[in-house]
């Protein structure tokens, strides 16, 4: 029975010291957060710092992909780094190999591809409008191959998918060729061209920053080129558009094995735009470099200027600090105390951070029309807090030991 009542006077004495811990823990932590507010004015620039350094981290993070896309899709200046042209070269006199439909689906499903368009080609094709004859390049494409190019319409519109499923008897011009035949963009749509014995109504004019390249071009939907023209019913050529740079050495290792997969290879070439790649590459290399390095430099700045301000308060509150030792505080409440306050700042922060880098992600994915993973948010959510943490505990850490360390009677005669 005595052993008994022993062990359990044993455990109350234990709960009860867990308990004082407990409160005393919680009670230091209640006087940091209370200072942190008391003297806010004083960490309003390190909050502002780390809070702009953590949003920045997550937006750029968590829509890189997303704005690597956009970029690729914008900046046509780029040269075509991010198209594949695989096509079959002339063996003698014609062409023994083109692309089969199933290859072409199959070429669309590898992995970083956004758009594949198989190209029919007739140069040297000719028309006639007012009794006078022009040459020009004729081709026919789906849909697709407008988005692979980003090509707009300078004039009218470009012909869809609806037009290519029906085969509809409408063409596309080039800006140089509508000029030459029309006098103008404007005046070329609605007009009506004579090209092999078919009758084609102008519905647009060709657009875009590399337009140029086909100003003497006319397009028509690939399944009324098939249909009408004579010596155009096999694609030779086909033209497949990359997600990002990142993507296109592996897309272009694989597309021979794509193309063996469902139809013999011979004569098959590969062209990529190697060089214009790597220089895109090196030019987006030293701009993420910059900005990544701004953004490391800004928490940096952030947690050094945290420490300067809690080794500034620890000599500012030198006689408050002996006062507490006097009254019985032990060395470990000082050192959390201090350690606590650099903590709610840093934490403070990066919630603060967590919260625009939100916003910054809601923002551009509304102007990207995309959606990145939510989970790669959590992800980016979770490191924000982390690297808080860490330069909380790092920033505080030296300032709370020599806040701890002091003894009792130096730091009362502190003036």
Same mark, same amino acid.
């Given at each position: ?105 199959? $070429? +669309? ?6 758009? !594949?368009? @198989? /190209? =029919?080609?007739?140069? &040297? %094709?000719?028309?006639?409008? *007012? ?61 009506? $061209? +004579? ?6 109504? !102008?519905? @647009? /004019? =060709?657009?875009?920053? &590399? %337009?140029?390249?086909?100003? *003497? ?79 490391? %430099? ?57 919260g625009l880098g939100r916003l910054g992600v809601e923002y551009m994915s509304h102007m990207l029309g995309s959606r990145p993973p939510e989970g790669l948010f959590m992800v980016c959510l979770l490191a924000g807090l982390t690297f808080a943490l860490v330069i909380g505990v790092g920033a505080g850490m030296y300032p709370s030991i020599r806040a701890s360390r002091m003894q009792v009677v130096e730091a009362m005669r502190y003036e």
């Amino acid at each position: 029975m005595a052993k008994k009542n022993s062990r359990l006077a044993a455990y109350l004495a234990h709960r009860s010291r867990r308990g004082t811990t407990w409160l005393r823990m919680r009670d230091i932590m209640r006087v940091s957060i209370r200072e942190v507010l008391r003297k806010r004015r004083r960490y309003i620039g390190v909050i502002a710092a780390i809070a702009l350094g953590t949003a920045g981290f997550i937006t750029i993070v968590t829509m890189g992909r997303d704005l690597k896309t956009n970029f690729n899709n914008d900046l046509d200046m780029l040269g075509g780094a991010t198209i594949i042209n695989p096509y079959f070269e002339q063996d003698g006199v014609e062409r023994l190999e083109w692309f089969r439909d199933r290859t072409l689906a199959s $070429l +669309a499903k590898i992995p970083g591809v956004l758009d !594949v368009t @198989g /190209v =029919l080609t007739k140069p &040297r %094709a000719i028309t006639t409008f *007012q009794d006078r004859i022009f040459g020009f390049n004729l081709v026919g494409v789906d849909a697709s191959y407008w988005r692979v190019f980003s090509f707009n319409a300078a004039a009218g519109r470009l012909f869809d998918a609806a037009d290519v499923a029906e085969g509809a008897r409408v063409c596309v011009v080039g800006t140089l060729l509508a000029r030459t035949i029309f006098g103008g963009d404007q005046e070329a749509l609605g007009q009506i $061209l +004579a090209i092999d014995d078919n009758l084609y109504r !102008v519905v @647009g /004019v =060709l657009g875009g920053v &590399r %337009a140029g390249d086909r100003g *003497q071009f006319i397009f028509l939907p690939i399944t009324t080129a098939r249909a009408r023209v004579v010596d155009i019913s096999h694609p030779y050529s086909v033209y497949m558009r990359c997600a990002t740079w990142d993507d296109v050495a592996p897309v272009a290792a694989a597309v021979k094995n794509v193309v063996e997969a469902n139809q013999t290879t011979k004569g098959l070439r590969v062209n990529v735009a190697w060089e214009p790649l790597k220089q895109v590459q090196r030019i987006f290399w030293w701009v993420s470099l910059f900005i990544y390095s701004s953004i490391v %430099a800004t928490l940096i700045l952030g947690g050094l200027g945290i420490w300067n301000i809690m080794m500034a308060a620890v000599v500012s509150r030198t006689r408050e600090i002996g006062l507490k030792k006097a009254m019985g505080a032990l060395d470990n409440d000082i050192f959390f105390q201090f350690l606590f306050e650099s903590l709610c700042v840093t934490m403070t922060a990066s919630i603060l951070g967590i919260g625009l880098g939100r916003l910054g992600v809601e923002y551009m994915s509304h102007m990207l029309g995309s959606r990145p993973p939510e989970g790669l948010f959590m992800v980016c959510l979770l490191a924000g807090l982390t690297f808080a943490l860490v330069i909380g505990v790092g920033a505080g850490m030296y300032p709370s030991i020599r806040a701890s360390r002091m003894q009792v009677v130096e730091a009362m005669r502190y003036e």
